[in-house]
């Protein structure tokens, strides 16, 4: 392993160095990526600029839809011979994750969604890239969906610069999922410096009428633009100081002549905070990433000013005001950049529904966490829409333990027993079901608290995870979905006992991966049954960024027999997952779509669906091949990120501190009798705190209209 700590000036000699640039725009059967042939062109421009890297352009080659794996990697392959310095590869396009433990797949235009045998290993391209010959610095920048993977099997102290929390870190190492997928994997080795678009769990966003991706075109800015100020001014307020490595030099000015990886990647993930959009990670060998790299653009010689002249202020190179010529530069500067960054959010905020692509071909997501409290002075309640208002949330749950035994948390389903009564699940083992006291019918904010519970005793072996929750008429019985399995069980509610299942369609089981069964609920009668899934079937996958999903109807009687009747499909919003689904009859469902961001928090949606007239897909092999009128046709009545926010907190992140990790939702029996939303019913919510120190368990309460709107597709 080489020593870079005795290493002067720039860390790369551009003469001796190289860079492949690889990208797919053009796909077969993926969404197009029009961005992505501006971001090869912009990035090789920059790095062959003489006044940025300064790389020769013979020494940079441009790789854009290569048709074959050899096509991709033959290219690495010569330069890992002909440089002798420092090697950079760069790869934007659609990335997947494989649930099979083989981690992050680029991909080709020809690959299909699920294929692995079309896409290409992360492990090959670091493969390619050696350890015993020239160049000494491999710079690796991924532009792709979950690309923070391949940083995901090191420990948090090694990530440089605070790109990911040791707290985080924790907790992604504690998903089961996560374990699974990226047990034993060392993204650095071969690599002296790796830059990621996103987290691990994070899908990557290209934007409508934006020239480059999200990341690249950020990433781009800074190259053009440098970084005014010392180095590191304007990182993000989570991020540590950057201490000066050697062979940094200021100009007379106090600016960095140039710019390290560190400097480059806090000032890209500032603005990508600011703009609510994934942000970046890295991560280094031997600080590397300390070092300068590329030649800072905003650091320009000072206007020299005579010895004795002075300015009407009467100093030295001053204006009228007392500040330097330089300073006013400088701030000058500034001013533009918060300038156009506000403008750039103006923009975001009027096209969020303009998404045309995030950078997947499949997906997989867990949760990860900073105290925040809101200011007493803002309102706990409100309308967060024209159909939606809070009434209030409750946190009183949190921490609380039944009968000073058992810890009441894990809380994933919810099913009304009476107007101010719910049974809610637990999905940590053994599973259980508490009964709870909401403290309110929905006229007033919750005060839950739990009076009863109940331990499951499943039958069968295997795990069991219980993730869907409906009480059968008479209140004698509950049905639960469990992810594990994936089934659908039947347990009596005086002693738990498992009383039989419901057969579930060959193709939910055959082609379900480790994220399927997730809501379960019925109708006003008990007539039907519908069970959603939280995550594509293999063969069904993702089109632009939207889970293909499927809502399993069932036929039958309450406590008695349930058989398959119909399956819908249904397309769940970009980077979302179902969490939780309520039926409201004829055929209508109100639908929970969550998900988790690290750095971003939580989303939490409520759609509703209609189902009447969506195609029965129980035959269709994959839902790649349908047509968008063969879906259920949706609405949105509320993102609760617009709800108000008053008195709430939250352990990690949010866009809006009410927000929690909401997996169950139930619909009150009877319509608001009193208070400002009388006749709307009520509708409550239940986070699942991931048995974390670090999440919380809350209630909501909201109030809704449940009339069929125009549907929107």
């Not at 946190?395 to 101010?420: C, F, I, N, Q, W």
Request: proline letters at 7%; a neutral charge.
């Amino acid at each position: 392993m080489t020593d870079f700590g005795d290493l002067p000036g720039p860390v790369f000699n551009p003469a001796e160095s190289a860079c492949v640039i690889i990208g797919v725009d053009s796909y077969t059967s993926l969404p197009q990526l029009p961005a992505v042939r501006n971001n090869l062109k912009a990035l090789r421009a920059a790095l062959t600029d003489r006044t940025i890297g300064g790389i020769p352009k013979r020494n940079c080659r441009v790789v854009l839809n290569p048709r074959t794996i050899t096509a991709a990697l033959r290219p690495v392959e010569q330069a890992v011979h002909s440089a002798k310095d420092t090697l950079i590869v760069y790869y934007a396009g659609h990335g997947f994750l494989d649930s099979k433990q083989e981690g992050l797949y680029l991909t080709l235009p020809g690959t299909e969604a699920g294929k692995l045998h079309s896409g290409i290993p992360y492990a090959w391209l670091r493969s390619v890239l050696g350890t015993r010959t020239p160049p000494r610095l491999r710079i690796v920048i991924l532009d792709c969906c979950y690309s923070g993977s391949v940083i995901k099997g090191m420990s948090a102290g090694s990530m440089g610069g605070g790109a990911m929390s040791t707290l985080a870190a924790t907790q992604q190492a504690s998903s089961r999922l996560g374990e699974a997928l990226f047990e034993g994997m060392d993204g650095m080795e071969g690599v002296s410096y790796l830059l990621t678009s996103t987290p691990w769990n994070v899908e990557a966003l290209a934007f409508e009428g934006e020239e480059y991706t999200a990341f690249t075109g950020e990433f781009l800015r800074v190259l053009r633009e440098g970084v005014p100020g010392p180095q590191g001014a304007g990182r993000a307020p989570d991020a540590t100081p950057a201490p000066s490595g050697p062979g940094e030099l200021p100009d007379a000015n106090g600016v960095d002549t140039h710019l390290t990886l560190e400097a480059i990647y806090r000032e890209v993930r500032r603005a990508l905070r600011a703009k609510n959009r994934p942000l970046p990670q890295q991560q280094s060998q031997n600080g590397i990433e300390k070092l300068p790299f590329v030649q800072n653009r905003a650091a320009r010689p000072v206007p020299q000013v005579p010895q004795g002249s002075r300015t009407a202020a009467g100093g030295p190179g001053t204006t009228g005001d007392g500040a330097t010529d330089r300073e006013r530069e400088l701030e000058r500067q500034r001013e533009r950049q918060r300038e156009q960054e506000a403008a750039e959010e103006r923009k975001r905020r009027t096209r969020r529904r303009g998404l045309i692509a995030t950078l997947c071909a499949a997906a997989v997501a867990v949760p990860s966490f900073v105290w925040w409290q809101s200011g007493d002075d803002e309102p706990s309640s409100g309308d967060c829409s024209a159909d939606v208002a809070l009434i209030g949330h409750s946190d009183a749950l949190d921490g609380v333990e039944y009968e000073a035994a058992v810890p009441v948390d894990g809380l994933s389903g919810l099913a009304m027993s009476g107007p101010s009564r719910a049974w809610a699940l637990a999905d940590n083992s053994p599973g259980r079901i508490f009964e709870l006291d909401l403290g309110t019918t929905g006229a007033s904010p919750p005060a839950a608290r739990a009076v009863d519970m109940r331990t499951l005793h499943p039958t069968g072996g295997g795990r069991f995870d219980g993730e869907g929750l409906v009480l059968e008429q008479g209140g004698r019985t509950v049905l639960v979905a469990s992810e594990a399995g994936p089934s659908i069980r039947r347990f009596r509610v005086s002693d738990g006992t498992e009383l039989g299942r419901i057969e579930l369609p060959p193709n939910l089981v055959k082609w379900a991966g480790p994220e399927n069964l997730e809501a379960l609920g019925a109708s006003p009668d008990g007539r039907y049954l519908y069970a959603g899934l939280e995550a594509p079937l293999f063969r069904d996958g993702k089109a632009r960024g939207r889970g293909l999903l499927r809502i399993q109807r069932f036929k039958g009687t309450p406590g008695g027999a349930y058989v398959p009747d119909k399956q819908y499909a249904y397309q769940s919003a970009a980077g979302l997952r179902v969490s939780e689904l309520v039926a409201l009859g004829d055929d209508r469902l109100l639908v929970l779509e969550t998900n988790h961001a690290e750095g971003q928090g939580n989303a939490v949606r409520i759609f509703g669906a209609d189902l009447s007239r969506a195609k029965d897909v129980s035959g269709v092999e994959s839902l790649q091949s349908e047509p968008v009128d063969a879906f259920a046709k949706k609405w949105e009545p509320v993102d609760l990120v617009r709800c108000p926010r008053g008195g709430s907190a939250t352990a990690q992140p949010q866009l809006n501190p009410l927000l929690e990790n909401a997996e169950g939702m139930a619909l009150g029996t009877a319509p608001l009798s009193s208070g400002p939303y009388k006749g709307r019913l009520p509708l409550f919510l239940v986070s699942d705190n991931n048995n974390s120190p670090h999440q919380i368990t809350r209630v909501y309460a909201l109030a809704v209209r449940v009339g069929r709107p125009a549907a929107a597709g």
